[in-house]
Structures are given as structure tokens and as C-alpha cells.
């Protein structure tokens, strides 16, 4: 009985918001211009349950609904609206994860835990990306906003799921940011080391990456989208190269030993998935481009599923190559602090070591600024639906970019680590415990549009079997990487960041509650 009052509830708030939808687009209904009336909560301007979020109609979203052309909607954010094309698109998400860096730091980790099935692992994670990023992107077929994700779940999932996504989000991306940042001056220290036998301080290190980061992100985003572009391009490419000398150099030859799965426990998957996920993380980024990106329910439904599916076959690549590689040397994959480096020297190539090295470095800068620009969208969609101060809701008419909330991402990703570095925390300590807080946050939010998509579907009346059942696959998917990633917890470090992500959503649910209590006051006084 409970489980079917749920779904009919789900349904129910479903069926209401998108009848408000394409009621909103038929009347051309104004905007509310009372902050106080606005604030109500997540479903006031959408015809939501009293008291839910804010959903916010996109132009994708009033055509999706059976309205007018994305070009009659007047809600585009203050956003250039258009400006991106597919490859920039693509660009965001491939930035955001960041796919030169793991090579030469996680896939040690993933080796450390699955030594001859790490590209198993792989895999694994591989079909996980993959079934979130069908749901993503059906998605991302319907609507088109800066929320991306959290959109989705507030849209379509009663109010306080929609609240959970957007604070699981916001964490998601700020953390992931923050993570690289520390990736960042392990790898400005390692070249430093390198070249000048000099450690840079921390500080200024993180300065520099955090603030120029957020200097680009607010001036244009087509060139921040293009830079990242080239800059994942360009340290791809050198690890292919390294990749492909070594095994010319060496002959191309099957390794039984990591087909066989040879000394693998099954106790050691669970764990090495959860790091290799770590890998996929912020491959749903080009979602929150939703007002920027030309023809958006094309283009990143597309980049979406491009990015899991091109990074997976890179990671495989990697991983078996790798391991591979290390054959015979005396020093273990997950001891090396350059991996690609010593296999650039091993296939007799090592000035691509170098150039790996500082291209890993670039990336991380790359991956920081997709980071930002995400970050400060999901900002901005918060403040439009009244989650936080209006003042992030603001635009720079010449820029097209939320300046307010970009200077606040960057801010957070510094102030972050910033703090880890002044107690003496590593780059590559940052990188693993503030990387591990952020995967909490994306599972949160994969996990609740997974399970809203059957909802949304339907109350569109395009309900599928199939697709209920890959979204019930993907819940459980993630509830389980979950559960891996409590059990695989091995020190006090990580066992306290389930933690600390369960009282920042727990503060976040009592900030929204206080908002809407106190306009809900307000308005009654009036």
C-alpha cells in the first residue's frame, strides 16, 4: 500500500507540473516578481505541490511540452543563449571529467585494490556511466537549463528530492573542482622538482589555478569551452602516442594474466569500482549548458552519451596498457608518481614523459574551469528558484556569464583547498579525500533523475517498460557503488566523508526549510 501511494504521488506531481507546462506555454502567463511569492517553494511558477521547488520553465522545456519554439521562451537566464556549438558542448563534459589525469592518478589507485582486473573494472564502471548517461540524456531530450540534473529531479520528483538534488550537485561539481585544484599543485610540484629542484608554495599555486579559472569562466564561455577543448585534445593525443610506441616497441600480445583475472578477489571489486567511477564523474556537465548550447535537445543528449562511451574505451585502453606495461619493472603501477612518464622512458620516448606530466598538469587546470562553470550555473538555478540570494541570479549583459556565482565557485574551490593545504595536506591527498566527498553528490543526484525519468515520461504520455526498467537498474546501480563505498572505507579519513556529505545535505534541506517558512510568513502578514 505504501508503494503504491508513492508512485501515485510521484505520478501525480508529474502529471501537475507538466500540465503547468504546456498550460504556461498556450498563455504566455508573466513571471512572479514578488520575491516572497517566489519563494514557496520549488513548484510556485510550475504547478508544483505546494511548497516544492521552483522548476522553471526553459524554451526546451515549452516545446518539449507541446508549446511554442525554444526561440518564443523569454526564460533564458540572462545567458547567451546559442553561442556553443556540438564539440563545445562535448567539451564541457570532457573537461569536467577530466580524462588525461586518470591515467597517471587513479588508475594506480583502481590497480592498488584490482591489480589484473583494473580494465574489468573499467568495465564495470563503464556500463554504470553508460546507464546513467542513457538516463541523462533522455532526459536532457525533453528539457534544457542551466540545472541541469537538478532540473530534472525538481521537475519531475516531489519538493524535497528536488532540494537534495540541487545541494548534492552544487557539492558535486564545487568538490570535483576543488579535488583537481589539489591534483593541480601535486603536479605543478612534481615538474617543479623536475626542472628547478624548487617547491612552489601551495598557496600560490591554488591562487593562481582557482582565480584564473574563474577569470575565463566569466568572461566567455565559448572560449573557456574552446580552451578546454584543445587542452583535452592535446593530452589525449601524447598518451595515445606513448601508449601505442610501447606496445609497437614491444609487440601487441594478449596479457592472459589480466584476461584470466589472475589473483583477483571479488572482495577487491567493490571498492576498485567505486575509484574508478571517480574517473566518470562530471561527464553529465554539458547539461548545464542548457540556454547555451545551439539546439540543446540535440546536442547534449549526444555529447552526454559521446563522452561515457568514448572515455570508457580510453580508460580500458589505459588500464590494460599500463598494467601491461609495468611487467618486469621493479617498481609496482600503484607505487609509481608518474606512471605514463616511466613508460614514455621504457618505449624510448621520454621527453613525451615530460610533456605527459605537464599536460596532466593543464588538464587539472582544464578540469577546474569546467568545474567552475558548472558550479556557478547550478548557482545561478538555484537563486532562480529562490534556494539561495537573488544575488547569484545576476548576469554580466556583456559577458553572458552569472559573475557573481562564478567568483562564489571558484571562492569555494580555493577556500577548500586552501584551508587542506594550510594543515598540511598533499596536492595528491586533496585530489583522493576531497574527490572521494564529490562522488556522494553525483551518485546522489544520477541516482534521483534515474528514478525520476519513468515519472516524467509518463506524464508526458511516452511511458516505456523498457526505460522503467533501466532507470530502476540504475538506481539500484548506484545504491550499490553506495554500499561499496561505505564498506570499502579504510581509514578514519574516508569513514568520516559519508558523514560530513549527510550534514551538508541535512544543513541544506534545514536552509530551504527556514527560506520558505519565513516567506510563507511574509506573505501571510500581507
Same mark, same amino acid.
Given at each position: 500500500? /505504501?508503494?503504491? =501511494? ?35 517553494? !520549488? ?16 524554451? $526546451? ?44 592518478? /587513479? ?11 583494473? =580494465?574489468?573494472? &573499467? ?14 540524456s533522455r532526459f536532457a531530450r525533453l528539457s534544457a537549463s542551466p540545472g541541469s540534473l537538478y532540473t530534472y529531479a525538481a521537475d519531475t520528483l516531489p519538493p524535497v528530492f528536488g532540494v537534495i538534488a540541487a545541494w548534492a550537485l552544487l557539492l558535486a561539481y564545487v568538490t570535483t573542482g576543488a579535488s583537481v585544484a589539489g591534483?593541480?599543485? &601535486? ?20 591562487? +593562481?589555478?582557482?582565480?584564473? !579559472?574563474?577569470?575565463?569562466? &566569466?568572461?566567455? +564561455? ?7 577543448? =584543445? ?34 578477489? +571479488? ?8 575509484? $574508478? ?8 556537465? !554539458?547539461? /548545464? ?80 574551469? !569546467? ?33 557573481? $556565482? +562564478? ?6 574551490m580555493f577556500a577548500v583547498t586552501a584551508a587542506l593545504a594550510v594543515s598540511g595536506v598533499s596536492g595528491s591527498e586533496m585530489y583522493d579525500w576531497v574527490g572521494s566527498l564529490s562522488v556522494f553528490g553525483f551518485l546522489t543526484a544520477y541516482a534521483l533523475v534515474a528514478a525520476a525519468l519513468p515519472f516524467a515520461r509518463r ?6 517498460? =523498457?526505460?522503467?526498467a533501466v532507470s530502476g537498474l540504475t538506481v539500484v546501480v548506484m545504491v550499490l557503488i553506495v554500499i561499496f563505498d561505505l564498506r570499502s572505507a579504510t581509514d578514519a579519513i574516508h569513514a568520516r566523508i559519508p558523514w560530513i556529505y549527510l550534514g551538508y545535505i541535512g544543513a541544506g534541506l534545514v536552509w530551504y526549510w527556514v ?8 506573505? /501571510?502578514?500581507?
Open positions: 500500500m /505504501t508503494a503504491e =501511494w508513492w508512485a501515485t504521488d510521484l505520478l501525480s506531481v508529474a502529471h501537475r507540473k507538466s500540465n503547468a507546462l504546456t498550460a504556461a506555454a498556450h498563455s504566455h502567463k508573466t513571471r512572479a516578481t514578488g520575491r516572497q511569492s517566489r519563494v514557496r517553494g !520549488a513548484g510556485s511558477r510550475s504547478g508544483g505541490a505546494k511548497g516544492g521547488l521552483v522548476a522553471g520553465q526553459t524554451r $526546451a522545456e515549452v516545446s518539449a511540452a507541446g508549446g511554442p519554439t525554444p526561440a518564443a521562451s523569454e526564460e533564458n537566464y540572462g545567458l547567451h543563449h546559442g553561442v556553443l556549438g556540438p564539440l563545445e558542448t562535448l567539451a564541457q563534459s570532457v573537461s569536467a571529467m577530466a580524462p588525461s589525469t586518470s591515467p597517471s592518478l /587513479t588508475i594506480p589507485l583502481v590497480f592498488a585494490l584490482a591489480a589484473n582486473a583494473t =580494465w574489468f573494472v &573499467y568495465l564495470l564502471a563503464t556500463g554504470a556511466t553508460l546507464l546513467v548517461g542513457f538516463c541523462v591534483g593541480a599543485l &601535486y603536479y605543478a610540484g612534481v615538474l617543479a622538482q623536475q626542472f628547478f629542484h624548487w617547491t612552489p608554495p601551495a598557496l600560490l599555486i591554488l591562487a +593562481v589555478v582557482c582565480s584564473v !579559472a574563474g577569470s575565463i569562466a &566569466y568572461r566567455d +564561455v565559448k572560449l573557456s569551452a574552446e580552451l578546454m577543448l =584543445w587542452i583535452e585534445v592535446v593530452s589525449v593525443s601524447l598518451i595515445l602516442i606513448v601508449l601505442a610506441v610501447l606496445l609497437f616497441r614491444f609487440g601487441l600480445h594478449f596479457d592472459l594474466d589480466q584476461f584470466r583475472l589472475k589473483g583477483v578477489t +571479488v572482495s577487491s571489486l567493490g571498492p576498485a569500482l567505486v575509484l $574508478a567511477m571517480f574517473s566518470f564523474v562530471g561527464f553529465e556537465s !554539458a547539461t /548545464t549548458l542548457g540556454n547555451e548550447a545551439r539546439e540543446p535537445l540535440k546536442t547534449i543528449p549526444r555529447a552526454v552519451l559521446q563522452c561515457a562511451i568514448l572515455a570508457g574505451v580510453f580508460f580500458m585502453l589505459c588500464s590494460y596498457s599500463e598494467v601491461l606495461g609495468f611487467r618486469g619493472e621493479s617498481s609496482q603501477l600503484s607505487d609509481s608518481t608518474s606512471p605514463l612518464h616511466l613508460l614514455a622512458n621504457k618505449a624510448g620516448i621520454s621527453p613525451l614523459g615530460v610533456a605527459i606530466d605537464f599536460g596532466a598538469a593543464v588538464s587539472m587546470f582544464a578540469c577546474v574551469l !569546467a568545474c567552475t562553470t558548472a558550479a556557478a550555473r547550478v548557482l545561478l538555478r538555484m537563486a532562480h528558484a529562490r534556494l539561495l540570494p537573488a544575488a547569484l541570479e545576476r548576469t554580466s549583459t556583456k559577458h553572458g556569464t552569472p559573475g557573481a $556565482a +562564478v567568483v562564489l565557485s571558484a571562492g569555494l506524464a508526458l504520455g511516452q511511458h516505456s517498460h =523498457w526505460v522503467a527560506r520558505r517558512g519565513k516567506a510563507e510568513g511574509i506573505e /501571510t502578514r500581507e
